[in-house]
């Protein structure tokens, strides 16, 4: 790791006012700044330490927003009562990422800016092959090489990788926004905008860029709309703990209330934990429904979304629905079964979030 | 409202129950501040990316990877290693017992990660049956595979801290 030199802020705004250097980087948890400057994915003249701003810190209601600061680490939301009840994808999201010392480090704030696993980027300098993240115009070693665990939405020659976040799968169905401050002062980012696929960034005129985060910006926390609706975060992996997602999917289900009254003699709420033969009676109200690992953005299925109100809560109602939203999915040639894949954890986070299984 | 960037910074902490400051190179990580400068040589550098857990410590209680860490984030905080767990008087911490009890390793280099992460798993409650353990130790690889007998280490102190604080009331 090359010397830099190190100052630790002493409010917000003093942080992004160094910011303006673009050979100025900021550290929170640290977990994947000091292996970027490892591996040279990252150099640094000098690196503003924001762990100790208290405002970044913090998980509570503010109205009917539930407020997650930042400096926020992974374990803290996944424990945290107020989000296992009002955002539940987001807690189980947090608990299935990393592990459990890596997320007593790393922070909300950080995490959604995590750089993909691609192991054609993620290799030591010199690298040894093109890859244009790193080098931009050198090329796409994984195109022509291996790419079974790369992306089946939006990628283009340049890039096929996909951004690897468990928490930003959940934010982005949960319809959370970014409170964002900068140079010019605060603004906020909907999650579900926040990530670029490499066509939208190509289409932008800026092929390599990955987020909506200006340079000189700093994320200060996240404003999620508090929900009642059952919520399910899948995660399907080659090992039960401790990996990154082949693909993931989350899920927020409201069931009709009127036909689950009729089946259950209960409101939604009581609907998690509910055998499958009264399943057979539900109906989806409203659902929201994002895959992860599959772009490098999570990938809302909006023409799901639009249809789901009415289908019955079954494996065999939401699998055309499914695939419908997934027709224009865009496999590589050796990560067809990803489509699959997919597809089906995002059934099994619908029938989780609703309570079927 | 500028800030003071520097290139050889204060810290000062409390490690294994002993307040002590230092200077450093902000570069330096909390593991080779401990291996290389303070001579605490238990929590180990396998991989250097958060992958292995070898060199897994309690910074405020919490495990943490040490690799991942600068000690200047270490501020203020309260460092325990594995050279921490034991009694001054050398008498070793029940998990560490467990351990030995256990067979709970064969060549010895994961077990002070293992150990501290133990550490903390019982602490958070999680320590609760084969499962919960496996998933809450998946940090911390051992390439010798004592898996089983770690998972039996882990659950056999929890149930022993559970009775001392219950004999405590």
Sequence with gaps: MRDFAYARAGTPESAVGTLADPGTSVIAGGTELLNWFRLGIAAADRVVDIGGLDELRGIAMDGDDLRVGALATLNEIGEHPLVTRTAGALASACLQAASAQIRNRATIGGNVLQRTRCPYFRAEEPLPWPCNKRDPGSGCTSLAGRHERQAIFGWTRDCVAVQPSDP?????????????????????????????????????????????????????????????????????????????????????????????????????????????????????????????????????????????????????????????????????????????????????????????? | MTLDFTHRAEVALRLNGRDLSAVVSPRTTLLDWLRDDIGLTGAKKGCNEGACGTCTVLVDGRRMNGCLTLVVQCEGRSVTTVEGLAADGGELHLVQRAFADHDAFQCGYCTPGQLMSAVACIAEGYATDDDSVREWMSGNICRCSAYPQITAAVLAAAREDAQMREARR
């Excluded at chain 1, 990154?244 to 009254?261: F, G, K, M, N």
């Excluded at chain 1, 929201?288 to 079954?314: D, F, I, K, M």
């Design chain 1, 168 to 357: 930003a799968v959940a934010l982005a169905v949960l319809d959370a926004r970014a409170d964002v401050l900068g140079p010019a002062g605060p603004r906020t980012i909907p999650m579900r905008e926040f990530h670029l696929t490499q066509r939208e960034a190509a289409e932008a005129g800026q092929p390599m860029r990955e987020t909506r985060l200006e340079p000189g910006e700093l994320i200060t926390g996240y404003r999620l709309p508090a929900s009642a609706d059952g919520q399910a975060y899948v995660k399907v992996r080659e090992r039960a703990s401790y990996e990154y997602a082949i693909v993931s999917a989350a899920a927020s289900v409201r069931l009709d209330e009127a036909r689950a009254a009729g089946a259950r003699g209960q409101g939604a709420a009581g609907a998690r934990g509910q055998g499958a033969a009264g399943a057979r009676e539900q109906r989806i109200a409203a659902a929201r429904v994002a895959l992860g690992s599959v772009a490098q953005r999570p990938w809302r299925l909006t023409a799901a979304e639009a249809e789901l109100p009415g289908t019955p809560l079954t494996r065999e109602a939401l699998i055309p629905v499914i695939e419908r939203a997934m027709a224009d999915a865009a496999p590589l040639p050796q990560n067809g079964f990803k489509v699959t894949m997919a597809r089906n954890a995002a059934v099994r986070a619908l029938l989780t979030a609703g309570g079927a299984s």
